[in-house]
């Protein structure tokens, strides 16, 4: 597997797959479910269906701790929503990050401290989207970038997606990506070396 090194631009690299995600998933019915801000469901390319639920209680915490940032909370939302999907496409690509390159990003791009497995998943999301969106910068060839960027576009159009209210109808950017907010900043950093 391909492990690729960990570029600088990370905290601004995953825009395009907030869109893509969240943008071109209908969302059916957005059932008021108490304590969870969004739940989702994709067939893999394994064939497999893969749920997940992201609580308002995690989503919190992980927009706590990457503040610094300046993601809005829900850019958070839907890394965590598209998280399993992009480690899943990456990893079928030969595409992976350890957990101690997410460590080391989060600690050049938030500031060292203790992270919760959240925010670290909305990092990897950020950081392997980023890979494949850009392959010119190094860590996979241009024909397995496009391959992943296709695998993620197809099982997107599919992906039966329910937010909450409070994320969705309340805050129209999430649904239109022709009204999203505008991405963070990119602070400077330096390139933790890959293993």
């Not at 915490?61 to 965590?80: G, I």
């Not at 080391?104 to 497995?117: F, I, M, P, R, T």
């Not at 576009?153 to 999430?174: M, Q």
């Amino acid at each position: 597997m391909t492990t690729p090194r960990i570029a600088s631009r990370a905290p601004r690299l995953l825009t395009a797959a907030a869109a893509l995600l969240l943008g071109a998933s209908a969302l059916g019915a957005c059932s008021a479910q108490p304590g969870i801000a969004a739940t989702s469901s994709y067939t893999g390319l394994d064939g497999a269906t893969h749920s997940t639920t992201i609580t308002e209680k995690d989503l919190q915490r992980a927009a706590k701790d990457l503040k610094p940032l300046n993601w809005p909370v829900a850019k958070t939302l839907t890394l965590l929503v598209s998280a399993d999907l992009i480690e899943e496409v990456s990893a079928a690509q030969g595409l992976t990050v350890s957990d101690e390159q997410i460590d080391l990003l989060l600690n050049d791009q938030v500031g060292k401290g203790e992270y919760s497995a959240q925010a670290r998943r909305a990092m990897r999301a950020t950081y392997l989207y980023g890979v494949i969106s850009k392959p010119d910068q190094g860590g996979i060839d241009a024909s397995r970038a496009a391959q992943a960027l296709s695998d993620i576009k197809r099982i997107n159009n599919a992906v039966d997606l329910e937010v909450s209210p409070r994320y969705s109808s309340a805050r129209p950017w999430i649904l239109d990506p022709s009204v999203a907010e505008p991405g963070s900043p990119e602070p400077g950093a330096r390139k933790p070396g890959a293993r």
